[in-house]
T-cell receptor, first 115, second 113 residues
Framework: AQSVAQPEDQVNVAEGNPLTVKCTYS??????LFWYVQYPNRGLQFLLK??????LVKGSYGFEAEFNKSQTSFHLKKPSALVSDSALYFC?????????????FGTGTRLTVIP | DVKVTQSSRYLVKRTGEKVFLECVQD?????MFWYRQDPGLGLRLIYF???????EKGDIPEGYSVSREKKERFSLILESASTNQTSMYLC????????????FGDGTRLSIL
């Protein structure tokens, strides 16, 4: 069965410090992996995706994510956090490489960047 | 930019009412999805559609139905609303290939009294 785990409900980081939001997954085959961000009273916005190739993926707003196949992880990172990065972050996996593009989401991690 | 528009941002209905949530996308996407979002549970898929008049059950379809008569529009129907259906509802759309991201609307916060 496919699943995605975000082990931390809440991450706090000081402004200017590096941030990491963790994600691990369980899926058969070669998955597609995604990160989304949700600001208050808004829908989810796509940040970045891993399909194949380079394990370090760069995305919007200076975010990047590192795919680690042996650890089945896809952690979201940013070298220097901004207060405006405070939001709810979701990791998602698509086990389908063709077809309906169903996504399985983690339960989300709330990031708070402290000024 | 992709635009996914949900007809209402906030909606208050009464128990037993039939409730319609509407979603329109402007990118000619084949796939459309309805999720509900609850604190601590993340997003759970209710129904999805990969073509006009086609629908597939997601993880939590009980108490819901959907309609897709046109490619750009996907409706979620609560046949007889109950208080446990109070939630945030999110619509999304995407192209058919699995490596394409889903694009989300801003959500409808539905309260059933």
């Amino acid at each position: 069965a496919q699943s995605v785990a975000q082990p931390e409900d809440q991450v706090n980081v000081a402004e200017g410090n590096p941030l990491t939001v963790k994600c691990t997954y369980s899926v058969s085959g070669n998955p597609y992996l995604f990160w989304y961000v949700q600001y208050p009273n808004r829908g989810l916005q796509f940040l970045l995706k891993y399909i194949t190739g380079d394990n370090l993926v760069k995305g919007s707003y200076g975010f990047e994510a590192e795919f680690n196949k042996s650890q089945t992880s896809f952690h979201l990172k940013k070298p220097s956090a901004l207060v405006s990065d405070s939001a709810l972050y979701f990791c998602a996996v698509s086990p389908d490489q063709t077809g309906a593009n169903n996504l399985f989401f983690g339960t989300g991690t709330r990031l708070t960047v402290i000024p | 930019d992709v635009k996914v528009t949900q007809s209402s941002r906030y909606l208050v209905k009464r128990t037993g009412e039939k409730v319609f949530l509407e979603c329109v996308q402007d990118m000619d996407h084949e796939n459309m999805f309805w999720y509900r979002q609850d604190p601590g549970l993340g997003l759970r898929l209710i129904y999805f559609s990969y073509d006009v008049k086609m629908k597939e059950k997601g993880d939590i379809p009980e108490g819901y139905s959907v309609s897709r008569e046109k490619k750009e529009r996907f409706s979620l129907i609560l046949e007889s609303a109950s208080t446990n259906q109070t939630s945030m509802y999110l619509c999304a759309s995407s192209f058919v290939l699995g490596d394409q991201p889903q694009h989300f609307g801003d959500g409808t916060r539905l309260s059933i009294l």
